[in-house]
């Protein structure tokens, strides 16, 4: 089995097998032959030691032309650094949501603009948080209301079972209310 290391993320030949040189751990076995694209020592060596035969193919260079930056290299330079600062601050952004809590950046527009769909997402999770509470508050409310009801029930149970014993009338142990009343109801009038 022949297998190419690169890090492309496009053009992929469907009849061959490709491995990222980012993640290389070790040589995999049955491996008969490896293309390397692109500098990665790592790779050639590990399957160099294990006698698997190596083939290094260069990476293409790309020029990369920036639209009204001229060919000035000091132009590019500061379209370079904007690039730079803009990167870190969306880093700065990033590393303080990852330690909970974030501030807005002085500067860079993705920046600002990730802070604000950020702290948008906080505040409809805090707004969910408080819904959240209040339906809680709302349902230990109910089960008290409910509670209450059972015990009020309870006791006009028991009143209604004290008059049929009085009165010598038999009923199940555990009858509903309903049936007692209806029975209650059936006692002749004194």
Known sequence: MELIYSTQSSGFDPEKRYRNPEHFERPEAGVTGVVVVGDWPNVVDAYENVGVEVTLKEVEQRLVLVAGAGNNQAELEELIGKLRAESDTVRAVIDGLEAGEI??????????????????IRLQMAE?????DD?????????????????GEGVEVEALKAKLDAAGVTYRANASKESLEKLVADLPKA
């Open 103 to 120: 501030e807005k950046p002085g500067a860079g527009e993705l920046a600002i603009r990730l802070f604000h769909s950020l702290d948008a």
């Open 128 to 132: 969910l948080a408080g819904a959240r």
């Open 135 to 151: 339906l809680a508050v709302e349902n230990e409310t109910l089960r008290n209301e409910l509670a209450e009801l059972k015990a």
